[in-house]
């Protein structure tokens, strides 16, 4: 990608992941442009060097001069957000972008008993919230030439399995073959400015490392790296999960991640969680 072009990105909700993102093209010389949902929002963005507008207040000028676009928002029980608010400004800027995405989640597929899916697996979700966007990754494809990027479990600096462990709210819960896959923060920029070079209009990606794993695996490498002893393994009938949490350990399965190798060129920074914990 030149850094003599005028690319601007704008990102409608510029949280943890799509700050990442931020960061990187903003090295490379673009603009970024950006919604957030309060005044402490605003003055984050600003200082990250980030063009900021509340969400609720978007000026009719916002998407002047934007190349590229980027949404993050999830779905309510309305619908999409941003769909349903700025779906006239997105048509009249549709012809002129070089590039959009939008961050879905690998909930998409359900619960396949711990067996691989990839992105011509049919979509089976399992709860509300996958059911959500599942409908709002059919509103977006039909708004927009996007490109739908399927994230796994995020983690990062600040919101990993080590920071639990210092936090001392790291629980190692015991449920044999049931795997979860993740991707690091870093690698979701890394796959996003991977598409950014190299349009398909329509791609759906899977992004996500090499290694799906049981999360007491995940506890148990942060407490190695910090010299920790582990916590206790916890039987699942007994972990008295939040019914959020509990809708995460619903679905088993394992997701492929070839797409993004073989079409986009994707060397992962982190292929394996203990690689992004290190």
């Not at 993050?72 to 959009?100: F, K, M, N, Q």
């Not at 089976?124 to 030439?145: D, H, K």
Request: charged share 25%.
């Amino acid at each position: 990608m030149s850094t003599t072009m005028p690319h601007r990105l704008f990102c409608f909700g510029l949280g943890y992941s799509a700050r990442v993102l931020a960061r990187d093209l903003l090295a490379r010389g673009w603009r970024v442009a950006g919604t957030c949902r309060d005044d402490a929002g605003l003055a984050e963005l600003a200082a990250l060097g980030v063009e900021p507008f509340r969400f609720d207040a978007l000026p009719g000028s916002a998407l002047d001069g934007t190349s590229h676009l980027l949404s993050s928002v999830p779905p309510d029980e309305t619908g999409d957000p941003v769909l349903s608010r700025y779906g006239g400004a997105l048509a009249r800027i549709a012809r002129r972008l070089a590039w959009a995405g939008y961050l879905s989640t690998t909930g998409v597929y359900g619960d396949t008993g711990g067996g691989w899916v990839d992105e011509a697996s049919p979509t089976a979700p399992s709860g509300v919230r996958q059911a959500r966007r599942v409908a709002a990754e059919r509103a977006w494809q039909a708004a927009l030439p996007v490109h739908v990027f399927r994230l796994a479990g995020i983690y990062g600096p600040g919101r990993s399995a080590l920071d639990q462990v210092r936090a001392g709210t790291a629980r190692r819960i015991d449920k044999p073959g049931h795997m979860f896959c993740r991707i690091h923060v870093d690698d979701i920029s890394n796959v996003i400015m991977a598409s950014i070079a190299r349009p398909n209009p329509g791609a759906i990606y899977n992004v996500c490392d090499d290694l799906p794993a049981e999360p007491s695996e995940v506890v148990l490498e942060a407490c190695r790296l910090l010299g920790r002893e582990p916590p206790p393994l916890l039987p699942f009938d007994t972990a008295a999960l939040s019914p959020m949490a509990a809708s995460f350990w619903r679905d088993n399965r394992r997701v492929r991640n070839d797409r993004i190798k073989n079409e986009l060129g994707v060397t992962l920074r982190h292929p394996d969680f203990r690689s992004g914990l290190r």
